[in-house]
């Protein structure tokens, strides 16, 4: 000890009278911490240059206007139109109900709720004969669509003071599913509840039903409905009212012009991260392969290689897909519109200060546009007949093209047999009225933008965390008109084969995060149920119960009902799944081949011959559940098994079943990931 003594003195060490207060060292120590403390008081609250230096790097938000109430007292508007748009429909309809108001003596202007500061709704009162509309879908289940998420978030927590605001709702979504219309219903119900004057009833639009229909005749009442509110007149207008005009480039360099890319010029030749809808990541094609063994349908597996793009996903998110239409029908339109589909084009907006500077990136050439832009395979709306029928040279064409585009029950009747039963495009439209000849131009501004396609993902990053899988049918159909339609998506996705020869087949993608999510404890058990390529999220699901086992972790009964036509011909993933069940992460799994005996046998009916097992997984372990394909058929009836199930085994009257499936829903335990 006495060496240690030596070298580290003890307290009365430091005090003998004949040392020194404080050494040398003392003082500069004592000096460096004092001059430490004074640089910290007087230097610490001093600004960094940094926020300034980001303004001046990133000048677009302050030259975009966030203010719509100044935009609109500037440019002379009275009628803002809000869209909250996943698919680009509830867009559309709002770019339409804004060209309305000209024609009623009004004038409007289309939003994107993302753009702007929507607690300026307050102050809409500012400006006489005002009114806001707001076209609101419903995304999943119930949810907002990504644009309107801060608009339903500021709603849900704001408390703000909306008396004198004019309003009215279109809302867009589909019966099938169990939360229709959602957010047009809750965006009408608290408006109001805010102050706001619901001067127009909400409009339910169905798209299992009629969407095109029913927004068609919410509108011819609406907007006499305002004119006599407003005390104003219609003017009567009823000629085109073009949004765009054409600007043709004769000299362009080619290396200003778009190929396809959505956002940034040449992203697709210098990828940068982050990748989402405006950036999308072009991921290699490894694998095509086809699933089914027989059968008149092609299933396909396809793996995309996402190694080096930062993309993360969870099982249970959905990738975005962007296709391209089949080079065919796009030279067929050239063709037929008499139009150089080389030719370098910008259509730039006619109202200058609007947001929207051209309906697609610009400028590129009609082929580009009418290639990666425009969708030019689903039947068009009546909007874009009623606007093309000025080019038809044939009185009785005008006169049919006008018509399907009223709400009279003459009209939607010729729209219904000539339209959409024979699912008519643009391009059948065009070979079946020869006399119909509209300018391109006129044609690429009116067709709706080509979406991205959402495909479950079928695999978990936590196996496969640089690859993301995908299982979808390939669609092709007969018309009554004889002609062969084919699915954009996935006949595009058909053709991207793997190859050896240095060029890499590639698709633009970007993840799309969900809440269709296995539970947070591992112990729970889970019943999935997935027919068809509904099958999809739960190999993910599977791959990560499998590697949670591996991990060492506990994890619950893991139980898969699966259904599909032939064991033989359509069973997806036989090897994989038969695996999965031999090796115990699947505890147990139920197929249901619905046309190998002569009476048919689906998922539902499997639930039911298992119900007092499923009743006490669900009820007394807390099992979550899980549903993904048509939501339709399958999911309805899905849930009415578990109704019954409830009613039976648990002493329910219907009413009290189908609340506590509801409230298995509210908890987050009955999960849906369906389509129609």
Known sequence: MADVQSEAPTQPDLMEADEPLLSNLDIFLFSLIAGLVIYWFTFRKKPEPIPEFKKLDMPAPSTRETSFIEKMKKTGRNIVVFYGSQTGTAEEFSNRLSKDAQRYGMKGMAADPEEYDLSELARLSEIENSLAIFCMATYGEGDPTDNAQDFYDWLQEGDADLDGLNFAVFALGNKTYEHYNAMGKYVDKRLEELGGKRVFDLGMGDDDGNLEEDFVSWREQFWPAMCEHFGVEATGEESSIRQYELKVHDDLNMNKVYTGELGRLKSFES?????????????????????????????????????????????????????????????????????????????????????????????????????????ITHPPRTNVLYELAQYATDPKDQENMRKMASSSSEGKALYQSFVLDPSRNILAILEDMPSLKPPADHLCELLPRLQARYYSIASSSKVHPNSIHVCC?????????????????????????????????????????????????????????GPGTGIAPFIGFVQERGWL??????????????????????????????????????????????????????????????????????????????????????????????????EELGGMTHAQATDYVKKLMTKGRYSQDVWS
């Open 271 to 375: 990828q940068k991260p982050p990748f989402d809808s405006k950036n999308p990541f072009l991921a290699p094609v490894t694998v095509n392969r086809k699933l089914n063994k027989g059968g008149d349908r092609h299933l396909m597996h396809l793996e995309l290689d996402i190694t080096g793009s930062k993309i993360r996903y969870e099982s249970g998110d959905h990738v975005a897909v962007y296709p391209i239409n089949d080079t065919t029908i796009v030279t067929k339109l050239g063709d037929i519109l008499g139009v150089d589909l080389d030719t370098v084009i910008s259509l730039n907006n006619l109202d200058e200060e609007s947001n929207k500077k051209h309906p697609f990136p610009c400028p590129t050439t009609y082929r580009t546009a009418l290639t990666h832009y425009l969708d």
């Open 473 to 529: 049918v390939v669609v092709e159909y007969k018309t009554s008109t004889g002609r062969t339609n084919k699915g954009v998506a996935t006949n595009w996705l058909k053709s991207k084969l793997p190859t050896d020869n240095g060029h890499k087949a590639t698709v633009p993608m970007y993840v799309r995060k969900s809440q269709f999510r296995l539970p947070f404890k591992a112990t729970n058990p889970v019943i999935m149920i």
């Open 549 to 646: 086992k591996e991990q060492g972790k506990e994890v619950g009964e893991t139980v898969l009902y699966y259904g599909c036509r032939h064991k033989n011909e359509d069973y997806l993933y036989q090897e994989e799944l038969e695996e999965f069940e031999k090796t115990g992460v699947l505890t147990k799994l139920n197929v249901a081949f619905s046309r190998d005996q002569d009476q048919k046998v689906y998922v539902q009916h499997l639930i039911k011959n298992n119900k007092e097992e499923i009743w006490n997984q669900v009820h007394s372990q807390s099992a979550h559940i899980y549903i993904c394909g048509d939501a339709r058929n399958m999911a309805r009836d899905v849930q009415a098994a578990f109704y019954d199930i409830a």
